[in-house]
């Protein structure tokens, strides 16, 4: 995106890139189809220790502006869930588009190529490469992404190259992950692997409200990796497990219709059995409705809408979607994504401390902060 954005401008323009191919973060997206954008993208999405940083940039190449783009190509997309957009065929189309804005605007790209040493030097940098010997540049835009899955090629170069410029690195961990859980609070679940439910997640003032995994490790599904961005070790977490339901009247109306029911029998009817059945054996008991009074049938429910998970930490970096943390945006221009410390040298993307929410948020900050740095480097 930034170097179709400056190639467009008449800039002479290369991109080196460590991997065999480009865009494959893009290609393993939204499950093959790439979650390329939201609707709903603004400043609230996206977590920062500056959290006004992203506003420029958002503003200024908005979602509306790449979906005008994918539309140009004739990709067809679609909405899938809360302004998710994904290609109705394949994320493939995303690259290809993006590559064929690069030729358009005369755009050189090369693959395999390390990037040994960087220098500052009279008119801009130079660079050591591997492929390509030394190099020299008036710009250097780094767009290197975050430490999340470094089986594809993710590691923590943008952020030495920060620092070797003077730049702050605000501490980075994964996000967007699965929660592990250990020792008896992993007993309670970990034979109820492969068990989904629609569930609320709710940790350090933040709720939200999806679907939940339960896998042989912990927990997972977008309701955790969204919690797992606000989630720290200690952290109070809290699951609603009816949160389309009011459990309380539920059970008031079953007493009603079927005193003689058992509770794992009606929570069987509202959960999977197996779940319901391990709740009931571990931490609610079961008796007869008719048995129990409604302030105990009050206290199940709120137990119900406000369950204690404690976690043990996440599954880390080799399946976390994003990066938190990164290059201290107090130190880049938030129109354009330019040092503050070196001119000539700009940051976008991942690497940047801005990490959006699940949902195409991410892809959004990487158009946008892209854009940004293109329109002027």
């Not at 997309?77 to 994320?91: A, T, V």
């Not at 059995?273 to 199940?300: D, H, M, N, T, V």
């Not at 399946?319 to 880049?332: I, N, P, R, S, Y």
């Amino acid at each position: 995106m930034c170097a179709a954005t400056a190639g467009a401008r008449g800039r002479r323009v290369l991109v080196i890139e460590s991997a065999n191919r480009v865009g494959k973060k893009i290609l393993m997206s939204g499950g093959g189809r790439c979650n390329f954008t939201n609707l709903h993208v603004g400043a609230g999405n996206y977590l920062s220790a500056n959290p006004h940083f992203c506003k420029s940039a958002l503003a200024r190449y908005t979602q509306w502006d790449f979906i005008a783009l994918v539309d140009k190509h004739g990709i067809a997309w679609h909405e899938k869930e809360l302004g998710q957009l994904f290609c109705d065929e394949s994320s493939k189309q995303i690259v290809r588009m993006l590559l064929d804005e690069c030729t358009a605007a005369g755009v050189r790209i090369e693959v395999n190529c390390i990037i040994e040493r960087v220098e500052k030097s009279d008119d801009g940098f130079r660079l050591a490469t591997t492929a390509l010997g030394t190099l020299n540049a008036h710009s250097l835009v780094v767009a290197s992404g975050g430490l999340s899955i470094p089986s594809m090629g993710a590691s923590g170069y943008g952020y030495q190259l920060a620092r070797q410029f003077g730049h702050t690195v605000q501490p980075t961990r994964a996000g967007l992950v699965p929660l592990t859980l250990a020792g008896t609070h992993l007993d309670d679940y970990a034979d109820l692997s492969g068990i989904a439910l629609p569930a609320e997640a709710r940790c350090s003032g933040q709720a939200f409200r999806a679907g939940l995994l339960l896998t042989h490790r912990g927990l997972s599904g977008p309701a955790i990796l969204q919690i797992s961005s606000y989630w720290q070790p200690k952290d109070d977490l809290r699951i609603d497990w009816l949160p389309d339901l009011d459990a309380y009247d539920y059970l008031l109306a079953q007493q009603a219709a079927r005193p003689n029911a058992e509770l794992r029998t009606v929570l069987s009817e509202v959960f999977v059995s197996r779940f319901a059945q391990r709740l009931c054996e571990r931490w609610l008991g079961s008796r007869p409705l008719r048995q129990y009074r409604p302030a105990e049938l009050r206290e199940i429910a709120e137990r119900l809408h406000d369950w204690p998970i404690t976690a043990s930490g996440t599954e880390g970096y080799r399946t976390a979607e994003v990066t938190l943390g990164g290059v201290d945006t107090h130190e880049l221009s938030s129109s354009t994504m330019e040092s503050r410390k070196q001119p000539g040298l700009y940051f976008v993307g991942e690497v940047v401390d801005v990490t959006g929410w699940l949902g195409g948020y991410n892809f959004q900050w990487a158009w946008s902060s892209a854009h940004a740095a293109g329109e002027v480097a």
